[in-house]
């Protein structure tokens, strides 16, 4: 097992990726400074980690964002592979997705499988202006044309190798490691 | 879980996980499209041996939400009219290859004989059998009374200390015999009240307490006040003298319903016999939850049907 990131490089990573997403407001032509950003977390630790990038971007430019979860569950392509999964809550931050862009939050970017059905899961929600992709970790054997926007770290990993993520609200430590 | 047969045979942390799972669900029911692709190419089938237009339409709902393909297959205008036994119909069923069968038969323990018998693999869901269960109606009573009490931070929690009061005919009820176990493992405690004909004889293991006096149920206070509809199909003796005199007694009438406490909740399976067991008053008031009670069925059986189906074949080995 081989430490990636220690509690202080996510840190940095979220608060280098709040002021990434803030600034590539501009870029989306109808952003207005009245429609805030939606930020969807991914259960269960990209709720976390867009929980901690909507505190960071709070005290950059308030009322900018808000804030809510997306379970993707119903969505996966693999439901038959394996024993029944449970769901996680989602929670639609009031005033909807409608027009508006949102940022999906994950802390593992991999197959880029739970991100496609991330996608359809928000399409029943509404139609949204963009959607952009915002991963702690990038660790690369994508088999779906997907790409994130906003990545913490990209890291180069061999198929069978598993990246843990932990955080301190679920987990006991916080980091991310490595083991082959 | 591979098939739901009872109530009786849940523990409470699978109860309380079906009741999250429909909590999920329930949520579905607020958005822009309110259907899941997960159970697309899935089939279910409806199998009705006994009239029901309120469960058979629910779990049409509830299927139809979840994507899967439903057929509805009725005991009238099919071959089991003409004398299929349940063994053909299973396995005309397995042939056609629905992966779960929601089932009502008026004998008691159908549904177990489905699921047991080998004849077909598919998930089996017991949707009333005799007079012996009819838990998604139990679980559905208990998502109501759970939400009503805790709202939106119903997640996790079972009943524990809630009083739920249950009135009517007992002997003939699986609705109330599913709640009583359920209610129970979920920490709930239950009173029966009935006319003594309308009591099993022997209690014996049941998780309640049973009277026969409405009014002094009513005056020790109660948290949920669950009426049963009387069954005019299974009363084939004189249970009680009249209808007029069973309302007396044992019906919550406008002046029963002024006595209750103002966060008593008013259930009732449905359908109703207004101004039998239930006044039109106590039904439409804001204590009443049957309509809520049509809307949660609808959830709990999107719940119990994704528990049952989603996963793999070999997910249940």
Known sequence: MRDVLQAADITRALTRISHEILESRGSDASDSASSPLVILGIPTRGVLLARRIAAIVETLEPGAVVVGSLDVTMYRDDLRAQPTRAPAPTVIPQGGIDGRTVVLVDDVLFSGRTIRAALDAIADHGRPQAVRLAVLVDRGHRELPIRADFVGKNLPTSRDERISVRLAEVDDTEGVTITS | MRHLLSTRDLDRETAVHILDVAEDMAEVATREVRKLPTLRDRTVVNLFFEDSTRTRTSFEVAAKR???????????????????????????????????????????????????????????????????????????????????????????????????????????????????????????????????????????????????????????????????????????????????????????TDERFARLAPDTMVMHPGPMNRGLEISARAADSAQSTVLEQVANGVSIRMAVLYLLVAGGAEAHA
């Open chain 2, 66 to 252: 979840l994507s899967a393909d439903l057929i509805n297959f009725s005991a009238k205008g099919s071959s089991v009219s003409k004398g299929e036994s349940l063994k053909d119909t299973a396995q005309t069923l397995a042939a056609l290859g629905a992966d779960a069968v929601v089932i009502r038969h008026s004998s008691s323990g159908a549904a177990q004989t489905l699921a047991e018998s080998g004849w077909i693999d598919a998930a089996v869901l017991n949707a009333g059998d005799g007079t012996h269960e009819h838990p998604t109606q139990a679980l559905l009573d208990a998502f109501t009374i759970r939400r009503r009490i805790h709202g939106a931070g119903s997640r996790g929690r079972d009943l524990d200390g809630v009083r739920v009061t249950i009135v009517g005919d007992i002997l003939h009820s699986r609705v109330a015999r599913s709640n009583v176990w359920l209610l129970a493992t979920l920490g709930a405690g239950v009173r029966l009240v009935s006319p003594a004909t309308l009591l099993p004889a022997d209690l014996t293991g049941w998780p309640v307490t049973a009277g026969s006096d409405l009014d002094a149920a009513i005056a020790e206070g109660t948290d949920a006040l669950m009426m049963l509809r009387i069954q005019g199909e299974r009363m084939h003796a004189a249970y009680f003298p009249t209808t007029a005199e069973y309302s007396r007694h044992w019906g919550l």
